[in-house]
């Protein structure tokens, strides 16, 4: 059951990151495999949106709370997907398996540095409130970056 929740999961976010370019000429094309189920579907890297800055809009400190919510959610969703990863990274072969645990490592470092920089947020203030903003954000791109490069690798060395 919790495999089959990390998958749901896994397609949805894969569907959300597809759906948010900003090609308004064509719509994207709905993939195959995110209609097929979730046992069924071979393990591919969802292309990494690229950072936009005006996709994010700048909170202020009177929506530190909504930001603080924000960021939490993401940080949650790619500890969840890390974890599917990580687990779909142990069951494959040694030499494989060793260069991936490198790989979810590297992740999970970005992880933890983006959650203690989540922790800067309660305790900032309005003077100080840009530059925590801009230290999560900033947290938060090199933990998505560095996720997507270990998603991207386990597609190419990992078969379905």
């Known amino acids: 059951m919790k495999k089959t929740t990390r998958a749901i999961t896994f397609l949805t976010m894969s569907a959300a990151f597809v759906g948010c370019t900003k090609k308004d000429a064509e719509p994207a094309p709905m993939p195959a495999e995110v209609a097929a189920p979730a046992a069924e579907q071979p393990m591919e890297a969802a292309p990494a949106p690229a950072p936009d800055a005006a996709a994010m809009p700048e909170y202020t400190f009177a929506q530190k709370v909504e930001f603080n919510d924000k960021m939490k959610k993401e940080v949650a969703d790619l500890q969840v997907e890390l974890d599917a990863l990580s687990a779909k990274v142990n069951a494959a072969m040694d030499p494989v ?13 970005k992880l933890a540095a983006a959650k203690t920089t989540l922790g800067q947020i309660e305790t ?37």
Not at 98 to 109: F, L, M, N, P, S
Not at 134 to 140: R, T
């Open 97 to 109: 398996k060793t260069e991936g645990q490198a790989k979810i490592k590297a992740a999970g470092e």
């Open 124 to 160: 900032s203030t309005e003077a100080t409130w840009e530059a925590v903003r801009n230290s999560v954000k900033q947290a938060n791109t090199e933990l998505k970056e560095s996720f997507n490069q270990a998603r991207q690798w386990a597609s190419e060395k990992i078969a379905p």
